[in-house]
């Protein structure tokens, strides 16, 4: 079993790991505000002739392997991390029992 690593000093939360994970085990954590900024982000579609407001999304922080069993170790999220934030370690058999 893999074990996802972050150097949270240089992840710039651009969710490029999420979206080149083929299995679909990372995604980002969301981010609980309760200050002036809030939880959501609005954005605007803009077009040639007029802007579209798109649904609020929520606002990602940082990465996780949401599902440690899906990750086949092909490390395509530690590859395309444009700040090398990212490290995929072997979990010993031991770790990985007490994880589960």
């Known amino acids: 079993m893999l074990k996802l690593k972050l150097n949270a000093k240089f992840c710039i939360s651009c969710g490029i790991c999420m979206d080149v994970c083929p299995e679909r085990a990372i995604n980002m954590r969301i981010h609980n505000s309760s200050g002036v900024e809030g939880e959501r982000l609005a ?30 170790g092909c490390m395509l999220c530690e590859k395309e991390c444009p700040v090398c934030a990212l490290t995929l370690q072997q979990i010993e058999e031991e770790s990985a029992i007490l994880l589960k």
């Open 43 to 72: 954005y605007l579609a803009l077009g040639p002739y007029r802007a579209n407001e798109l649904p609020p999304s929520g606002m990602m922080t940082f990465p996780w392997l949401a599902n440690p069993p899906h990750c086949n």
